[in-house]
Every structure is written in C-alpha cells, then in structure tokens.
C-alpha cells in the first residue's frame, strides 16, 4: 500500500476489534485448516494432528495479532 491511500475498510475494522475477539476469530480457523493440513496432506494420525494443529495455531494466533497491531500502530504514526 502506498503512504496516502488509506486501508480498506474490511482492514479498518478487523484492526478496530479487541485483541480477544480477533484471537477468537483467527483460533478456530487456523486450529481446522492446521489439522486437516496434518492429517491429509502430513498423513498424520487424527489426535496427532489435533496436537500439531494446537501447537502450530498458539503460532499463527500469535503472528497474526501481532502483526495486525503492530501495522495499526505503525500507520497510526504516519497520520
């Protein structure tokens, strides 16, 4: 994105949500696609990929919350 056009407004209000409502937006989604990821394409068994799956959300959760505060900061100072 350039420096004057402003986010889109689906951007605007997922970075408006409390830190809890997106991590429970982001958690069960990444839990689902994670494990079906270990169990189809990893070939694991289902509880092992259940156990990856966890581990590797707990991850991306936090990447993703992260990375979306750390953009809403960062534009915040720009403006």
């Known amino acids: 994105m350039s420096t ?3 986010p889109p407004g689906w951007l605007r209000r997922w970075e408006e949500l409390h830190v809890v409502v997106q991590i429970a937006v982001v958690a ?3 839990v ?7 169990v189809y394409l990893l070939n694991q068994p289902a509880g092992r990929g259940l156990g990856y799956a966890l581990f590797w959300s707990v991850l991306v959760v936090g990447a993703l919350v ?3 505060r750390s953009e809403r900061a960062r534009r915040a100072t720009r403006l």
């Open 28 to 30: 069960p989604i990444s």
């Open 32 to 38: 689902a696609l994670l494990w079906a990821v270990h």
């Open 4 to 6: 004057g056009t402003p």
């Open 66 to 68: 992260g990375a979306t």
